[in-house]
């Protein structure tokens, strides 16, 4: 029934049927336990059902659903969800709009730079990764997803991340500058910082506003609240999704309220949702980041990275990057490393590739991992790989 009837995404999907998930491991119909080393692709970051988010949820379930589309109503989940995500980013990021998803929070805001600035180009980065629609596949920096849905959207520009030459492309037609604080899908490439000032500063000097995609990297990914923090650079609009429901579906973009304003006329309604901001994820987003918040893990994050650094360690190995507790494992090709992979999961421990880095397994898992559990993690990781690399 799963291959006859829900639509599929690849020939070969993993096809575990999960019946119990609880902190860091899933339990299959056999009622075999697997260690999550990717957390729902960096969306569990405090675990599977943590106890305060249930609780949320079931609290939320009691008073009231869906009731209207997004922004006639006042929602209390969504009101204290967005100050307290507001009271923990800087002053000029003090409006959100929450989105079903990440490549919808994408979508929001490539229309607000373009409402803000009356421009329509837009600058992105090669291997990058926003969402999968149409307007975030525009932006993808890889022509192999793209090809097969031209055409997209006009006036994009793809330059290469990193590379001082990639400022010119940024002219005053330039709506807004997308780019993730670290590139996961590429394999976790973290930014130069000198670089990311300098693209800061040549988004100010031509008027182009800067868009942080912090889908994967926020809620303390890579050892801060936000990715940007470890940069000093600030974006003008960000970017979440992944981990901002605590385990529901939502997305977010972020920016001054009087930017987000322009959205309000000519012509009234200038975005909008239905689900987006719904009541049930919001509560269980607003308690997850509360976990996050009082729980110590965040500060956690840069002590178990390098305990995982100093335990992949094999000739196999070719390279390990990483930016917190997102970490790409390389190993020579997509087919060794798939071996690799398919050999940790029926050890009972669950991870999988980075789209545009295939020969790199990913780890990501709940920032609640211990270090017992990072040893055990690293154990299988060894173990599976062919003893004649």
Same mark, same amino acid.
């Given at each position: 029934m799963f291959l006859r009837h829900v639509a599929q995404t690849s020939p070969n999907p993993l096809g575990l049927e999960i019946v119990k998930a609880e902190g860091l491991y899933l339990y299959d119909r056999s009622g075999k336990e697997y260690l999550d080393l990717i957390g729902g692709i960096s969306v569990c970051n405090t675990g599977h059902r943590h106890p305060r988010v249930i609780r949320a949820i079931k609290d939320q379930a009691d008073r009231y659903l869906h009731l209207l589309v997004y922004g006639e109503l006042v929602q209390s989940p969504q009101v204290e969800y967005a100050a307290l995500l507001a009271a923990h980013l800087p002053a000029s990021l003090d409006s959100v709009y929450f989105t079903n998803s990440g490549a919808e929070a994408t979508e929001g805001a490539m229309k607000l730079a373009k409402r803000v600035t009356g421009r329509t180009e837009i600058v992105a980065f090669n291997k990058s990764y926003h969402g999968s629609t149409q307007g975030a596949l525009?932006?993808?920096?890889?022509?192999?997803?793209?090809?097969?849905?031209?055409?997209l959207l006009p006036g994009i520009r793809h330059v290469e991340y990193n590379s001082p030459g990639a400022l010119a492309a940024?002219?005053?037609e330039t709506a807004?500058?997308?780019?993730?604080?670290?590139?996961?899908e590429r394999g976790v490439v973290a930014p130069n910082e000198a670089w990311l000032r300098q693209l800061r500063q040549r988004c100010d000097a031509t008027g182009a506003l800067l868009v942080l995609d912090e889908i994967q990297t926020g809620f303390g990914r890579t050892g801060t609240l936000w990715g940007f923090q470890r940069y000093n650079v600030l974006p003008d609009i960000l970017l979440l999704g992944k981990a901002l429901g605590g385990g529901l579906p939502m997305g977010a973009f972020i920016a001054h309220r009087q930017r987000m304003w322009s959205l309000?006329? /000519?012509p009234v309604l200038g975005h909008i949702t239905t689900f987006g901001g719904h009541p049930l994820c919001c509560a269980a987003g607003l308690a997850s980041m509360q976990v996050l918040l009082e729980s110590g893990w965040i500060e956690a994050v840069a002590r178990k990275e390098a305990l995982f650094r100093r335990l992949l360690v094999h000739p196999a190995i070719k390279s390990v990057r990483s930016s917190g507790l997102l970490i790409a494992v390389e190993f020579d090709d997509f087919e060794q490393n798939?071996?690799?992979? /398919?050999a940790c999961i029926a050890g009972g421990l669950l991870t999988d590739?980075?789209?545009f880095a295939p020969q790199c397994l990913r780890i990501a898992p709940p920032?609640?991992?211990t270090e017992e559990q990072i040893e055990k993690a690293c154990s299988i990781i060894l173990s599976s790989i062919p003893a004649h690399l």
């Open positions: 525009s932006v993808m920096g890889d022509e192999y997803w793209r090809n097969a849905f031209r055409p940024i002219t005053p807004c500058v997308i780019a993730e604080t670290v590139q996961a309000t006329g /000519d798939k071996r690799i992979i /398919d590739w980075y789209l920032l609640s991992i």
